[in-house]
């Protein structure tokens, strides 16, 4: 389910529409839904990290959460890379998936994942789960080399 098709949509702060899917910015996480048949990489993380840093700022934690509505790809190994070089910004990550293949590929995208990742079956239990580690995060960051 699309998060603009939720009771969510109202509380949608920036909306991103970039060629890789649509970003949607709220107030301590960001919710992607990737378009079909991408290739997210290293070039396609950066390119939203630089919308994340324009509307968050440099020294905030959100959480990060894929709504895997489509089919596409993630080179595993660039998260290695962005873990390294901006992992202290990301709070927790949510999957949400809704079929087999989608859970196979969460079990394997994790072994490259830093941090607090959790898979769901579904965004409302995603977005309770990212708001609670939010609730319990005290740690801040600031960023130099952006």
């Known amino acids: 389910m699309k998060i603009s098709d939720t009771h969510y949509k109202k509380k949608i702060l920036h909306h991103v529409r970039l060629k890789t899917g649509d970003y949607y910015f709220f107030k301590n996480f960001i919710v992607s839904e990737v378009h079909e048949g991408v290739q997210f ?24 959460i894929s709504n895997r509505i489509n089919s596409y790809n993630v080179v595993p190994r660039d998260w290695l890379k962005f873990y390294k070089e901006h992992g202290e910004g990301v709070l927790c990550t949510a ?14 995208e994790k072994i490259f994942m830093a941090g607090k990742v959790k898979h ?27």
């Not at 390119?47 to 934690?61: A, D, I, K, N, T």
């Not at 579904?122 to 995060?137: D, F, G, Q, R, Y």
């Open 120 to 146: 769901f079956d579904n965004l409302t239990s995603a977005i309770e789960w990212v708001k609670e580690k939010k609730k319990k995060s005290t740690k801040k960051i600031s960023y130099s080399n952006r």
């Open 41 to 64: 990489d290293w070039a396609a993380g950066e390119e939203l990290l630089y919308h994340v840093y324009e509307f968050y700022g440099g020294s905030v934690r959100v959480g990060y």
């Open 95 to 108: 999957i949400i998936s809704y079929n087999g293949i989608s859970v196979k590929n969460f079990l394997l």
